[in-house]
Structure formats: structure tokens, C-alpha cells
């Protein structure tokens, strides 16, 4: 077996997943990025690649959130939402899924497998097309011609009487 079949042997056990995660409101700002930097950490000592991330922002959660510390139930209706995007092998995941669930910091984190392109939905805008446009059958043509119908009225005539049931 040559080395590039290693590596490629490697690769296919690899999976790409995505974990979303919420941090507890209470950490100050200026500590937040020690705890992304805890769980990036906690990616990489199990071998996970990653491959994006977004830094977490605070949102308003829909709904309080309770987190339990020792004999304290806390709630939260605000949290740092982030999500980062890795590469790693199955076996290892329910290790980091342990872990993260022992953080006291985490409120609620999920993981999903996903793929490795860009997911993100983009809005484009509609286009607007100042060029020729081309003429509707029956509505005249773009040079100012009068509508043509498409049937004259005694074909009309005949059409409604042939419909009309009495």
C-alpha cells in the first residue's frame, strides 16, 4: 500500500459534521473567546479537522432555557450562538459529545452530519432585464402594433353558444 492510499484510506472513514452550540449568557464578553478556543481545543484532541466557524453571537432565545450547577437551577433567555463545521472520525464523536455535555458553559449544543460544501442559504435578488423583451401572443408586439385578438367575435359567439347548455 503506497502512501497516497493511506491518506485516502483515511479520508473515507472521516466524516463531516456540524456542531451548534449555545454558551451561557453570564460569561463576560472579554471570556467568551477562551471558551470558543476551549472547544475548538476539545475538536482538535480528537482529531478533528475544521473546516468553518462562525464566532458566537448573543441571541434572545424563543423559550428559558434551564441549565443545572450543582444544587442551582439556572434559566437563561439569552445565549452565545455559534457553530463550527469539522471533519473527524465517527468512533471519536461520542467522546467530544461527553465532554461537551460535562462544560458547565455549554447550555445546549447538537451535532448533525452534514457535507463538506457551503449549506448557507443566500437570498439573491430578483433581475430586472432592461433589454428586448419579447412580445405576449394576442397583447400587439413591442413596436406599438394594436392587440390582434386571437379569434374574431362571431368564432366567439359561437364558442359561448356551443357552451351554454339550456
Known amino acids: ?11 473515507s472513514d472521516n466524516r463531516v459534521y456540524e456542531l451548534g452550540y449555545h454558551i451561557v449568557s453570564s460569561i463576560p464578553e472579554e471570556k467568551l473567546a477562551g471558551e470558543v478556543a476551549a472547544v475548538t481545543d476539545l475538536l482538535g484532541s480528537h482529531g478533528a479537522v475544521v473546516i468553518a466557524e462562525e464566532f458566537p453571537k ?5 423559550y ?3 441549565k443545572v450547577l ?8 439569552t445565549a452565545y450562538f455559534g457553530w463550527i463545521k469539522f471533519e473527524m472520525e465517527p468512533a471519536a464523536l461520542l ?6 455535555q460535562g462544560n458547565e458553559n455549554i447550555l ?12 448557507l442559504w443566500v437570498p439573491k ?5 432592461s433589454g428586448e423583451e419579447k412580445p405576449i401572443p394576442g ?3 413591442k413596436k406599438g402594433d394594436p392587440m390582434k385578438p386571437a379569434m374574431s367575435e362571431a368564432e366567439m359567439d359561437k364558442t359561448i353558444e356551443a357552451l351554454v347548455v339550456e
Request: no cysteine.
Open 64 to 66: 428559558a432555557i434551564t
Open 139 to 141: 397583447m400587439g408586439d
Open 70 to 77: 450543582g444544587a442551582r437551577h439556572l434559566k437563561f433567555d
Open 95 to 100: 467522546a467530544v459529545k461527553k465532554a461537551l
Open 58 to 62: 448573543l441571541k434572545h432565545l424563543s
Open 108 to 119: 445546549r449544543f447538537i451535532v448533525i452530519k452534514t457535507v463538506r460544501e457551503s449549506t
Open 1 to 11: 500500500m503506497t502512501e497516497s492510499d493511506k491518506v485516502t484510506e483515511d479520508q
Open 125 to 129: 435578488p430578483p433581475v430586472f432585464r
